[in-house]
C-alpha cells in the first residue's frame, strides 16, 4: 500500500498557511491578491506533483492526473473565513496533493488516476461553494454577474482582477469521475470529547435559515401599563423559551438550533418595541425531524397569533438545505482504513457543517473523514489540529483512497 510522506506533508501545508498568515491564523478571502497568490502556488505544487494542473475560469485549483480514467476525485477548498483558521479546507486539499504522490510513488497504484481539487469560494466570499457548483454544471452565470463581496465588489470584476474571465471552467467529466473524497477538520468537538481520532461522514446535515418578524405597538416606556402593551420585543423573547422547549422534545443529540441575531425596532431605552426580528438556524441529519421542527415553529406561531398581543410571520431567509447521505460503499472503505490504522479510534458521525461534498454528492459517489479540532474550534484563529492527528488522517485517507482507485479502475 503506499505510504504518505509526512515531513512533506506538513512543510505543503505550513507553508499554505502563510499566504494570509494573521497570528495563529489566516486570512485568505477568494480571490483576493494573497488567495490568487496561493492558488499559483498551489498549482505549481501539483505540477510538480506530475498532475496537470490549471486555474479554471472561477479560481478553482484542478490538478488533473497525466493517467487515464476511472479517476478518483480528492478536494477542499482553501479560501477562508474572515477570521479564518488555516487548516479549513487547507487540510483536504492538501491530503489530495499528498495522497497523488504517495500513490504514484509506488508500485501498486502508481497506473491509477487521482484528480485533485481547490475549490474556490467555499466559505462565500461572494457566492457559496462557487466552485464546486460551477464543476458539476449549475448555472453560475447569474453570481458572476451579481454577486458582491463585503466591500461591494462584484464577482466579475473580481475574476477580471485575478486575469481569469476569459479563462474556461473546470467540469465533471462522467465518464472519468467516479467518486469523490473530501477530508477536512471535524469543526467542533465530539472526536476530541470522544477521544477518537477519526471521524468517518454518514451525512451533511440539513439546514433551515428562517425570519420571524413580530409585529406590536410602538409606544412610551413610561406611560403605558404593562397590561395594554403590545410588546413586539417581549413576545420575541417569551417565543424564544417556549421555541427551546419545543424543539429540546423533537432533538437527538446532533440536532442545533441557534438564535443568529435579533433586533429591535426603534432600539431605545423609553420606547416600547413596536417590530422586533429573530433570525434562525437549525439542523440536523434527518428530513423527517426538520420538517418536524418547521411543523412544530408554525404551529407556535399560531398560537402566538391566537393570543393576540404581538402577531408573528415567518419567512426563510435562504432556501432549505435538505440533508445529504455519503455513500456507504465507500465509507467502508475509510472505515476498513481506519480500522488498520487507528483500530477502535474511529468512529462514524454526521458533519454538521456544510462542504462542497454536498454539492458534489448528487453527482459522484462521495465520502468524507474528519480528523479532531483541538478544542472543538474552528473558524476562528486558534483553529488547530495535532500533527499527530494530521499525519494519522492523512494515512487513513491515503489507504481508503488507493482501494476506491483500485476497485474503480476495475
Known amino acids: 500500500m503506499p505510504k504518505i510522506n509526512p515531513r512533506r506533508l506538513l512543510n505543503d501545508l505550513k507553508h499554505l498557511r502563510t499566504f494570509g498568515a494573521t497570528g495563529p491564523g489566516v486570512v485568505r478571502l477568494s480571490l483576493s491578491p494573497v488567495d490568487m497568490d496561493a492558488r499559483r502556488w498551489l498549482a505549481g505544487r501539483m505540477n510538480d506533483a506530475g498532475l496537470s494542473a490549471t486555474i479554471d475560469g472561477v479560481g478553482t485549483v484542478f490538478g488533473r492526473s497525466r493517467n487515464a480514467g476511472p479517476a478518483l476525485l480528492i478536494g477542499s477548498h482553501t479560501d477562508t473565513q474572515p477570521t479564518g483558521g488555516w487548516l479549513d479546507g487547507a487540510l483536504g486539499v492538501v491530503y489530495g496533493l499528498e495522497i497523488a504522490r504517495a500513490l504514484a510513488e509506488c508500485e501498486e497504484t502508481r497506473h491509477v488516476a487521482v484528480d485533485v481539487a481547490s475549490w474556490i469560494d467555499e466559505e ?13 454544471g449549475e448555472n453560475v452565470d447569474e453570481a458572476v454577474r451579481g454577486a458582491r ?57 440539513g439546514i433551515r435559515e428562517l425570519n420571524l418578524h413580530f409585529t406590536g405597538q410602538r409606544n412610551h416606556a413610561g406611560t403605558t401599563p404593562m397590561s395594554i402593551r403590545r410588546d413586539a420585543g417581549a413576545a420575541l423573547v417569551a417565543f424564544i423559551a417556549r421555541m427551546n422547549e419545543g424543539f429540546r422534545q423533537l432533538a437527538d443529540a446532533d440536532t ?40 412544530a415553529l408554525i404551529a407556535l406561531i399560531r398560537d402566538f397569533n391566537d393570543e393576540g398581543q404581538a ?3 415567518m ?22 482504513a481506519a480500522e488498520a490504522l487507528a483500530p477502535g479510534q474511529w468512529e462514524r458521525m454526521p458533519s ?27 473558524h476562528d484563529f486558534i483553529e488547530d489540529t495535532a500533527e499527530a492527528h494530521i499525519v494519522l488522517g492523512c494515512e487513513v485517507a491515503a489507504r481508503a483512497a488507493a482501494a476506491i482507485a483500485l476497485e474503480i479502475s476495475g
Not at 124 to 136: A, E, H
Not at 357 to 370: D, E
Open 124 to 136: 462565500g466570499t461572494f457566492s457559496g461553494f462557487l466552485g464546486s457548483r460551477s464543476f458539476v
Open 256 to 295: 442545533v438550533w441557534t438564535v443568529g441575531r435579533i433586533e429591535l425596532d426603534p432600539g431605545s431605552f423609553s420606547v416600547v418595541p413596536g417590530a422586533a426580528d429573530l433570525y434562525l438556524q437549525f439542523r440536523d441529519a434527518s428530513a423527517s425531524r426538520l420538517h418536524a421542527m418547521e411543523t
Open 149 to 205: 463581496n463585503r466591500e461591494g465588489v462584484l464577482l466579475g470584476d473580481a475574476l477580471k482582477q485575478a486575469g481569469l474571465a476569459d479563462t474556461p471552467r473546470v467540469h465533471i467529466d462522467t465518464a472519468r469521475h467516479k467518486a469523490y473524497l473530501e477530508p477536512h477538520i471535524e469543526q467542533g468537538g465530539r472526536l476530541e470529547a470522544h477521544g477518537k481520532s477519526i471521524g468517518v461522514v454518514t451525512t451533511i446535515v
Open 311 to 313: 402577531s408573528v410571520a
Open 352 to 378: 454538521g457543517a456544510s462542504h462542497d461534498a454536498q454539492v458534489i454528492a448528487h453527482h459522484l459517489p462521495a465520502c468524507m473523514l474528519f480528523v479532531p479540532s483541538i478544542g472543538g474550534v474552528s
Open 315 to 336: 419567512t426563510h431567509s435562504e432556501p432549505p438545505e435538505e440533508p445529504v447521505m455519503m455513500d456507504t460503499a465507500l465509507q467502508t472503505h475509510l472505515v476498513d
